[in-house]
């Protein structure tokens, strides 16, 4: 299972790069199972840490993605509309989910030791 | 008894090969079972395209015998039992008082005076407190055989060809919904052309100590191994109901189309599944967005019903969802399906979604 060291994890398992870019963990890719749809946040819309903003879903289940700090939502992966499976197979590169304009990270937030550890 | 969620999960006698095999274990029923092994889609079309072998040893499985047995299922199903010839299948009802299920079953008719019913897992209490309830009166025997067998359910188009090498009876001389014991890949089974998938296949009846020999035995010859996750796809897009999904002790069940189940006999709910449902089962597809068990149905901006089972399916590539509409509502073409708050627009479709 991949953690790159790069980036930060909330225990919901998003991932936040120092750009603002969020994505879900290799884990919770692997956790779900085939993606077969991904609903994105509005551009512009603002969030606070810990907010429903997007939906990840599985052939079986529906997946609620937090956001893992606070900020504006700058842009989304367009691409995801038409290969949701990217998420399954590039969940730390073509499979990410939005990027945020940060104004505050989120307090839980772990770095990949920590994470790998928690999901061990 | 009632089981609670503090109830340790009973494991099948596959339990560790299940585990060998890189499955992903989920409580079902009162069970430990896997959900999936390489992952639903692959599953799912490995049976679609191939043949997959599913573990369904959790289900239950009764003995009915006696001079009264043929009797006390007419009295306790809605099927006609008495047209069962031996070695031969049939799918059932066991309804409650008041004409909602207790469970959907299947009925194999060993003997004259002999038949084996085959229940849901989460069930097996619930069935067996039933029929001892109807069983005075009868002179009739009941066990419970369910610790005792294993069984398989091998599903595909090559499910046949794959086996008949192996088995030491002519496969093509056995239509759907016979059942025959043999010996397949050196052990003695009951096998039955059976099963829940939409594609032709065999569900294997063998001794639980033997299953996990058999399973490794059969993953050997080729077959996939399928989850819990693409059993539900599969008879999703087969249009097949699931007892608490589709069916439920307070749901009529001719609100789904399988009125051949109820016979014109006397059985036990007869007045109840004589008053019209008041819900009736649709299909439905929408373009893009998947729905999901619960999500309310709308016709023109009013709730009507709600969504049943939901997935998109790997088949055909599009959300597909059985949902329970009012029945003045069900005639109509179009709905709305309200997801996360917005209401997504979805095409009422004939069930099955998808036919072999």
Request: proline share 7%; hydrophobic share 40%.
């Amino acid at each position: 299972m991949q953690t790159p060291t790069e980036l930060k994890y909330a225990s919901s398992h998003e991932w936040l790069a120092p750009d603002g870019t969020v994505g879900i963990s290799d884990f919770a890719q692997d956790q779900l199972g085939d993606v077969v749809y991904v609903e994105l946040p509005e551009v512009g819309r603002v969030v606070t840490a810990g907010e429903t903003v997007a939906v990840v879903e599985s052939v079986k289940t529906a997946s609620d993605i937090y956001a893992p700090a606070s900020g504006t939502i700058v842009a989304v992966n367009e691409q995801l509309a038409q290969n949701p499976e990217l998420v399954n197979s590039s969940p730390y590169g073509d499979g990410w989910l939005f990027r945020l304009d940060v104004t505050e990270e989120g307090g839980d937030l772990m770095d990949a030791e920590a994470y790998a550890a928690a999901n061990g | 008894m009632t089981r609670t969620p503090e109830t340790p999960l009973k494991r099948t006698p596959l339990h560790a090969a299940h585990l060998r095999a890189g499955a992903r274990m989920v409580p079902f029923g009162g069970w430990e079972m896997p959900v999936q092994y390489a992952g639903v889609k692959a599953e799912h079309e490995a049976v679609r395209t191939r043949a997959g072998v599913f573990d369904v040893s959790h289900m239950g499985e009764f003995r009915v015998t006696g001079p009264d047995a043929e009797a006390f299922l007419q009295h306790v199903t809605t099927n006609d039992v008495a047209r069962l010839k031996p070695g031969r299948a049939q799918y059932n009802w066991l309804p409650n008082e008041t004409g909602g299920l207790v469970d959907d079953l299947y009925v194999y008719r060993v003997g004259p005076e002999e038949f084996l019913l085959v229940v849901n897992a989460a069930n097996i209490e619930k069935d067996w407190a039933h029929l001892q309830r109807y069983a005075p009166g009868f002179s009739v025997g009941l066990s419970d055989e369910s610790d005792r067998w294993g069984l398989l359910a091998v599903q595909g188009p090559a499910a046949e060809l794959l086996l008949q090498p192996h088995v030491d009876v002519d496969l093509s001389a056995k239509k759907k919904n016979s059942f025959f014991k043999a010996t397949l890949l050196g052990f003695p089974v009951m096998l039955a052309r059976t099963g829940y998938t939409g594609e032709d296949g065999f569900e294997v009846f063998v001794e639980a100590g033997e299953a996990g020999a058999l399973w490794e035995k059969l993953l050997a010859l080729g077959l996939s191994p399928a989850g819990l996750g693409a059993r539900d796809t599969l008879r999703l897009e087969a249009g097949f109901p699931l007892y608490g999904h589709e069916f439920a002790e307070d749901l009529h069940p001719l609100a789904s189309s399988y009125t051949w189940v109820v016979k014109d006999k006397a059985h036990v709910g007869r007045e109840g599944l004589r008053a019209a449902p008041p819900v009736r089962l649709i299909g439905l597809t929408l373009e893009r967005v998947p729905v999901r068990e619960g999500y309310p149905v709308l016709l023109g901006g009013q709730p009507v019903g709600h969504v049943t089972s939901g997935t998109i399916s790997p088949t055909l590539g599009h959300p597909i969802a059985m949902a329970l509409v009012r029945t003045d509502a069900a005639a109509a073409d179009t709905f709305e399906v309200e997801v996360r708050g917005k209401a997504h627009p979805a095409r009422r479709v004939e069930l099955p979604f998808y036919r072999k």
